[in-house]
């Protein structure tokens, strides 16, 4: 076992708390729904990146390259000023949901590179410009640009065209639970000398005027450039820093006065060391070297084509030369980093394919972050200190009352989406759960606690809205890394995760049956269930058009929801039988669900188009006949999801069960007869429970892979390709409605400027499609073929079409024949300037003719779901089969 694997065990054991510190700060607090105080919910202008620099948070705190403990007590982060900038370097700048024109946009260079599980080794990358920041054209320029424009990015200002910035590499490396060392390492691109202020920066979270903690730490400075951060709860932490800084010190304060134009409560504030550097302004420093922050300011000269080093440690305890063995450490992690990837990715042969899954591995990593939310606090207001104004106690999130978050979570993306959603969440722990099965379980166990869950058993979906619905893709997270886990352990499973876990699936499931399938009848409308634009209208609000929407791919979630609950219940039966109980419900669940997608309320209303070979929505208007949304889009996908094969000895001795199955198919033939055989027992007495037989899912398929409607070179795009020529269109009460195919960035502002379902490639959808995919395979045997592409003679087993679509979703990140990555599309400096060609960015989607990355630039949540497809072609493939495939 590898030293990594050894401290996990030793956390999980409770030996040694090793992830205690971690990358835990996020890269944006402001602009939050937490940090929104206004009265009509505007959180996007409550807290601007202007004032952030001046404004004391209360839910929680950012920084550039920042770790804290896992309470977030004390933090520390880097800042830098290139001399020339209108304010230092502490946090990334971006754009607002209002301002970009394709919403919020981080409008930064920046890469998470690597780290283990435990942050025992951490390291990323900043690209710090030289000349000073073009905020305003970053601004100006977007706002200028319409829906139908391309985003206006950092590397578009031209200001890293002649290489006029600096490589600023940050690593962490723990030689013990709380011995941390800090290194940044600044290189010069340039071709001239230049100066930069690299200020390592330690702070508490101003914990102190909420009534919970009353007492005041403090950070204070010792001899030898040494300061002391000193907390009730967690003692001394001593930080020594190399060379000779200038260390300045102040408080975690808010200024008043800057950014409301009242007098300061405190003297000593937040922006001190802001103000110190650009304007020699010492008024808000504390002369007596005190305070609840404070930076080690070191101005540097980096020769052209050099570099400079800074580096610190962080101690519980003071040590006589705690600089000595710096290097040695860092090299010694860095090693032992290499030695858990050299073992993890050890059927991974090809360079790039290393390269790629490394850092996406990494940046999931570097993606956890400590999120405080008490709703009710946040409601009511902290005892003493100002109260919220009363609109906000009927207004967003105001039914979540018993919410109080204060865990380690993991993000989609710490700038564009610093805070956790639920079907996201449950993506990433499937990746998650190679490099650390503990985390990924507590993952998907703290959303169904009593104080995340609400108590009528729905799951929160995002801080913007708890009440939104994404679809139930929880339980399938949860039988995955269950599976996962028990094969990295020797065959042996965590029956008591998966147990926790079914219980209170079992109550978001009838949270569904109850809230989102009101008639009974086994038809759902979860609304728009994050395909926020695939549709001709908001579909959470097909009330609006006195209508009601009655959703195929809803539907079809709860059908996989189902099939999910069956497959758990049956491998808890393993150790204990009472849960074949459970695994019978399901079925004759999943039967019935099945029978009401043919026949709506036995009024021979279909969610399927035999016409048309395609699922569809149903829209059913007051007083008229139903119309069927013929939009040809992922929502005619979904079906593919529900399927479960099962080996017929996971059931043999469950008597129960078998009894009880005989018993419904021998009532309820018709049922029966609409999934896939289960009489008819497939490869080595498989059986198969799905909402596609042959005859309907070939059609699917065909549609799926026909080059001309979803299948693109790089995945299975969002909406098919034909609506480009054909849009579909359709009149409702007096209006028109259409969807056109856009394969980039979003031309409607429906759900908010960057959601866009109508055309690009998406991560998690192509996954769940592939792996369906090889489900289906696995009960067929191999002896079950189609045309792929649609129309070009040739025919594949349903596995090696599996095997084409993620080798066709991970091109998207590997250097072509040109050398050019998909993603980066005509950035040329991005594509061959070795300063910039292998690092890599994971987009939130992807353009769905050319694969340039979209969206979210570091959405390693989910689209760190490439690692998993990379570990999966690696081990099933001839590995010189792959590289010669990647390179066609």
């Known amino acids: 076992m590898n030293i990594e694997r050894i401290r996990l065990k030793e956390d999980r054991d409770r030996e040694k708390h090793w992830k205690k510190w971690g990358p835990y700060l996020t890269d944006r607090q402001w602009g939050t729904v937490r940090e929104d105080y206004s009265p009509d919910g505007a959180a996007w202008e409550n807290v601007t990146h202007d004032d952030a620099r001046s404004k004391a948070y209360r839910w929680g705190e950012e920084g550039i390259g920042g770790i804290s403990d896992y309470r977030q007590r004390l933090c520390m982060s880097w800042a830098f000023w290139n001399g020339k900038d209108s304010m230092i370097k502490e946090r990334l700048f971006g754009l607002t949901g209002n301002q970009g024109n394709h919403g919020e946009d981080v409008k930064e260079l920046y890469y998470y590179l690597d780290s283990t599980p435990t942050h025992s080794y951490m390291k990323m990358l900043y690209k710090y410009p030289q000349e000073a920041f073009p905020y305003q054209d970053l601004l100006e320029e977007n706002m200028r640009r319409s829906k139908k424009d391309r985003e206006y990015e950092i590397i578009d200002t031209g200001i890293f065209d002649d290489d006029a910035y600096f490589d600023i590499f940050l690593e962490y490396a723990k030689e013990d639970v709380e011995d941390i060392i800090g290194k940044a390492t600044v290189h010069n691109r340039g071709k001239e000398d230049a100066s930069i ?112 080093e800074v580096t610190f440690r962080m101690q519980h305890f003071e040590t006589d030369d705690p600089m000595e063995e710096s290097e040695t450490i860092l090299q010694e992690r860095r090693t032992e980093a290499d030695l858990f990837y050299a073992e993890l990715q050890d059927r991974v042969k090809d360079p790039e394919l290393k390269l790629v899954q490394r850092q996406a591995y990494g940046g999931m990593l570097w993606s956890k972050q400590f999120y405080y939310y008490n709703v009710e606090r946040w409601l009511e207001g902290d005892p003493g200190r100002y109260q919220p104004p009363q609109e906000r106690k009927r207004g967003r999130n105001s039914n979540w009352r018993h919410l109080q978050n204060y865990d380690i979570i993991s993000m989609p993306d710490k700038w564009e989406y610093p805070w956790y959603a639920a079907w996201d969440l449950a993506f990433h722990c499937i990746p998650l759960a190679r490099l650390d099965s503990d985390f990924a379980k507590d993952q998907l166990l703290l959303l169904l606690n009593d104080w995340y869950m609400h108590p009528n ?300 379902w109508r055309g690009p490639i998406w991560f998690p959808m192509n996954y769940l499609i592939i792996e369906s995919l090889k489900k289906f395979d696995f009960y067929y045997g191999g002896n079950f073929s189609i045309e792929y592409p649609t129309g070009s003679g040739k025919f594949l087993t349903l596995d090696l079409i599996a095997r084409e679509l993620s080798l066709r979703c991970i091109k998207l990140f590997l250097k072509d024949r040109n050398g050019k990555r998909p993603i980066y599309e005509n950035y040329e400096k991005m594509q061959s300037d070795p300063h910039f060609q292998d690092l890599i960015l994971f987009y939130e989607y992807f353009h769905g003719d050319n694969g340039r990355g979209l969206g979210a630039s570091h959405q390693t949540g989910w689209t760190g779901l490439v690692a998993e497809m990379i570990h999966k072609v690696s081990k099933e493939t001839d590995l010189a089969d792959v590289t010669t495939l990647f390179r066609t």
Request: overall charge positive.
């Open 457 to 756: 058993g729905q799951i929160p979906a995002y801080e913007w809205n708890f009440n939104d619905v994404n679809p139930p893709v929880h339980a399938y997270a949860v039988q995955r890394v269950y599976q996962i886990d028990k094969k990295m352990n020797d065959g042996v499973g965590d029956q008591e995760f998966l147990e926790r876990a079914l219980h209170k699936l079992m109550l978001n499931f009838t949270w569904w049956v109850n809230q989102k399938d009101d008639d009974g009848k086994n038809i759902f409308e979860g609304g728009f269930l994050g395909l926020d634009n695939i549709s001709v209208f908001d579909r959470s609000h097909a009330d609006k058009l006195f209508g009601k929407l009655e959703q195929a791919d809803a539907t079809s979630w709860m059908a996989m929801f189902c099939l999910n609950m069956l497959r758990i219940s049956l491998d808890l039966c393993e150790k204990n039988k009472v849960y074949q109980h459970t695994a019978t419900k399901f079925l004759e669940h999943f039967l019935y669900i099945a029978g009401a997608m043919n026949n709506i309320s036995g009024e021979n209303i279909s969610l399927w188009d035999e016409e048309d070979g395609f699922f569809y929505d149903v829209l059913h208007l007051a007083g008229k006949e139903p119309k069927v949304m013929k939009v040809k889009s992922l929502v005619g996908i979904t079906p593919l999801f529900a399927v479960e094969p099962i080996r017929e000895e996971l059931f043999e001795n469950l008597p129960e069960f078998r009894k009880r199955l005989n018993f419904f198919f021998k009532e309820k033939p018709k049922l029966a007869a609409l999934v896939s055989n289960w009489i008819q027992p497939g490869q080595d007495k498989r059986r198969l429970f799905s909402l596609l037989r042959g005859h309907r899912m070939k059609c699917v398929l065909n549609k799926m892979l026909d080059e001309k409607e979803f299948l693109s070179p790089y995945g299975i795009r969002s909406l098919s390709k034909d609506h480009k020529e054909n849009p579909y269109s359709i009149k409702l009460n007096g209006s028109v409605f259409s969807v056109k195919y856009a394969p980039g960035e979003s031309e409607t502002t429906m759900f908010g400027g960057n959601s866009n």
């Open 197 to 308: 202020w690299v200020m390592p920066t330690v702070w508490f979270r101003k914990t102190w005027f909420t009534g919970e903690e009353p007492f005041m730490p403090s950070i204070s400075m010792l001899p030898k450039n040494r300061l002391k951060a000193f907390n009730p709860k967690s003692g001394n932490y001593i930080f020594s820093f190399s060379g000779k800084p200038d260390i300045r010190f102040c408080d975690n304060e808010t200024n008043r006065e800057r950014l409301y134009h009242i007098g300061n409560q405190k003297k000593y504030l937040k922006d001190a060391i802001n103000d110190f550097l650009l304007y020699g302004d010492t008024h808000h420093l504390n002369p007596n070297k005190t305070g609840t922050k404070a930076a080690a300011i070191y101005k540097l000269e980096v020769p052209a084509g050099g570099k400079v």
